[in-house]
């Protein structure tokens, strides 16, 4: 859901043909698979459209070629730091709600999470949803920020 929300705002923002986004799990289990039937249907009801995504896995090559490595969750986090080869692959790795304005400054490390909505029902995507929409705005203020030349503060 996220690489569809933050694509599609950086379109909205005239940003797109600056921005790449694309989206990889820590884990192989679903790749080529299409996102979850009620993931697309939350994306639908939002207005996105999240058809033609499929899963893939994260290759730690990557980190070579990507300036901004996001994590929905800390043990996504912590897997994507294990994968960094340096210090400086680890540094550009964040937590997507870190983000995310309505958290006000330093809330607690659980409220960071995206939780995994997969097994409750289509309520928690929407809930889900909301939390990716706004931290998906947050970031993409960062990254305007960032591609005129200001630093990123969040993170």
Do not use: K
């Amino acid at each position: 859901m996220a690489e569809i929300v933050l694509r599609e705002l950086a379109a909205r923002a005239d940003l797109g043909h600056l921005i790449e986004v694309d989206s990889a799990g820590t884990g192989d289990w679903h790749i080529g698979e299409r996102a979850d039937h009620r993931a697309l249907s939350a994306l639908h009801r939002s207005g996105y459209d999240g058809q033609a995504h499929r899963a893939r896995q994260f290759d730690p090559h990557w980190f070579g070629r990507r300036e901004l490595v996001i994590a929905l969750d800390r043990g996504h986090l912590r897997t994507l730091r294990s994968w960094a080869g340096n210090d400086s692959d680890r540094d550009r790795i964040a937590l997507l709600r870190s983000f995310d304005p309505t958290l006000g400054a330093d809330p607690p490390a659980s409220v960071l999470d995206v939780p995994d909505p997969y097994y409750d029902g289509d309520g928690a995507f929407d809930l889900v949803l909301g939390q990716i929409e706004a931290s998906c705005a947050g970031l993409l203020l960062q990254l305007r920020a960032r591609l005129d030349g200001l630093p990123i503060s969040a993170v």
